[in-house]
């Protein structure tokens, strides 16, 4: 299995400043055949299911604002996410839709 | 406006079998990949595997001894079956949609507790 790992676990963060988080994935996973990088990015609060962010590494999904954005390629990728409001403040992971099964890094958590 | 409703026994005995519907509502069903994720806090966001809407499956090797997903195109729903459950499979329950770029569409999840 493709072990995805995110760093930090935890991120102190301030509101208004920029928060980076961190997945490095244990093999590739780009595709030759379509230059992409099978990667999705999601955010999850309390007692809801994950909400796509981010996938093909760093294409936004409808309705996702601006300041999220994603980027890399091959094993290391970023969420970045700048002008951080209250709401941001909760549970990110990424996930490798290249081979399966399909598997999710341990989350990092955004804390003030 | 697409929507995704779970239903399904919460609460099991060890060695019952966990049983688990998705129903999609207000938009096409073909073309896609249902999925069945599991969540818990000892082992995180776990793919359990995922159907198309011809029946093509394909299952996480370590649930799939275990693991059944079924799809019902004329009702627009798709179903899991886990059997021989014990504590460990305790967890909340997903389904999700995906067309190959990450999932854009989920159930509200159902909490699956396994406890004699």
């Known amino acids: 299995d493709i072990v995805m790992t995110q760093s930090p676990d935890s991120l102190p963060v301030s509101l208004g400043e920029r928060a980076t988080i961190n997945c490095k994935s244990s093999q590739s996973v780009l595709s030759n055949s379509n230059n992409r990088s099978f990667l999705a990015w999601y955010q999850q609060n309390p007692g809801q299911p994950p909400r796509l962010l981010i996938y093909?590494?760093?294409t936004r999904e409808s309705g996702v604002p601006d300041r999220f954005s994603g980027s890399g390629s091959g094993t290391d990728f970023t969420l970045t996410i700048t002008s951080l409001r209250a709401e941001d403040v909760t549970l990110y992971y990424c996930?490798?839709?290249?081979?399966?099964?399909?598997?999710f890094g341990q989350g990092t958590r955004l804390e003030i | 406006q697409e929507q995704i409703q779970q239903w399904g026994a919460g609460l099991l005995n060890p060695s019952e079998t966990l049983s688990l519907t998705c129903g999609v509502s207000?938009?096409?069903?073909?073309?896609?990949?249902w999925t069945w994720i599991r969540q818990s806090p000892g082992k995180g966001l776990e793919w359990i595997g995922e159907?198309?809407?011809?029946?093509?499956?394909d299952y996480n090797p370590s649930l799939k001894s275990r693991v059944t997903i079924s799809v019902d195109p004329f009702n627009q729903q798709f179903s899991l079956r886990l059997t021989s459950v014990t504590a460990a499979d305790s967890a909340v329950y997903y389904c999700?949609?995906?067309?190959?770029?990450?999932?854009?569409?989920w159930g509200q999840g159902t909490l699956v507790t396994v406890s004699s």
């Open positions: 159907i198309n809407h011809t029946g093509k499956t």
């Open positions: 999700a949609r995906h067309i190959g770029g990450g999932y854009t569409h």
């Open positions: 207000g938009g096409s069903f073909s073309g896609y990949f």
């Open positions: 996930q490798q839709y290249y081979i399966s099964p399909y598997t």
């Open positions: 093909w590494a760093s």
